[in-house]
C-alpha cells in the first residue's frame, strides 16, 4: 500500500540556521508530493511542490528534493526565522490523482 | 485560504446527537475533501466529492456521511456522534490533478 513518514518528529533549529525536514514514501508510481505547513489553529497552507519527473525545486528560502532512488523527500528551508516554527508534513498524490496520503508530520521549533 | 470556509469554527456536542458542519468554497472547484486530524495520524480521508451528488468513501467514513447538492458546499455529517469523533476537520479543495489540495481552517468537534 501507500504511505508516507517522516523521519524525525521534532526538529529544533537556531534562527538563522538552514533547516531539513525529512519524508520517505513508499508508492514508487507516485508521481507529485506536496510540502505542507501547519500553524497552530490554522490550516495546512502549501508551501511547495514537485513533480517526479524533478529531482530538486527551490521556491522563496525553501527547496525540495526528490530522490526516486530510495524514495525520499525533503524541504529545507534556509535561514529559519521564528515565523517559520510550524509542523510540516508532505503528501503523495495517489495512482489516481485525486487523493493524497499525508505523512504524521514534524514540529519545527526555531530557537532565538 | 483559497476561498475556503468552514462553519462552525468550534463545537461542542453531546454523544448521540447529529452534528453537520459545512464547507463553502468559491472556487468553482469540482473535488472537496473531508479530513480529520488527529494527534499521530495525520490527516485521514473521510469522504470526498468529485462533483455535484458524487462522492464517495475514505479510509474512516465509518459514522460520517456527507452530500453537496451544490458546487460550492459539501456537508459533512455525523449522523449520532461518539467521542471518537472529537477531533479537527478539514475541508479542502482540488482544482485540477496535479495541483495542490488547498485547505480550510478547520473545525474543532468536541463530543462529550
Known amino acids: 500500500g501507500e504511505s508516507v513518514g517522516l523521519h524525525l518528529p521534532t526538529l529544533s533549529v537556531q534562527e538563522g540556521d538552514n533547516s531539513i525536514i525529512n519524508c520517505a514514501y513508499s508508492n514508487s508510481a507516485s508521481d507529485y508530493f506536496i510540502w505542507y505547513k501547519q500553524e497552530s489553529g490554522k490550516g495546512p497552507q502549501f508551501i511547495i511542490d514537485?513533480?517526479?519527473?524533478?529531482d530538486k525545486r527551490q521556491g522563496q528560502r525553501v527547496t525540495v528534493l526528490l530522490n526516486k532512488t530510495v524514495k525520499h523527500l525533503s524541504l529545507q528551508i534556509a535561514a529559519t526565522q521564528p515565523g517559520d516554527s510550524a509542523v510540516y508534513f508532505c503528501?503523495?498524490?495517489?495512482?489516481?490523482?485525486?487523493?493524497?496520503?499525508f505523512g504524521p508530520g514534524t514540529r519545527l521549533s526555531v530557537l532565538p | 485560504d483559497a476561498g475556503i470556509t468552514q462553519s462552525p469554527r468550534h463545537k461542542v456536542t453531546e454523544t448521540g446527537t447529529p452534528v453537520t458542519l459545512r464547507c463553502h468554497q468559491t472556487e468553482n472547484h469540482r473535488y472537496m475533501y473531508w479530513y480529520r486530524q488527529d494527534p499521530g495520524h495525520g490527516l485521514r480521508l473521510i469522504h470526498y466529492?468529485?462533483?455535484?451528488?458524487?462522492?464517495d468513501k475514505g479510509e474512516v467514513s465509518d459514522g460520517y456521511s456527507v452530500s453537496r447538492s451544490k458546487t460550492e458546499d459539501f456537508l459533512l455529517t455525523l449522523e449520532s456522534a461518539t467521542s471518537s469523533q472529537t477531533s479537527v476537520y478539514f475541508c479542502a479543495i482540488l482544482g485540477q490533478f496535479g495541483s495542490p489540495l488547498h485547505f480550510g481552517n478547520g473545525t474543532r468537534l468536541t463530543v462529550t
Open positions: 466529492s468529485y462533483g455535484v451528488k458524487d462522492t
Open positions: 503528501a503523495e498524490q495517489d495512482n489516481y490523482g485525486q487523493n493524497f496520503v
Open positions: 514537485i513533480r517526479s519527473n524533478m
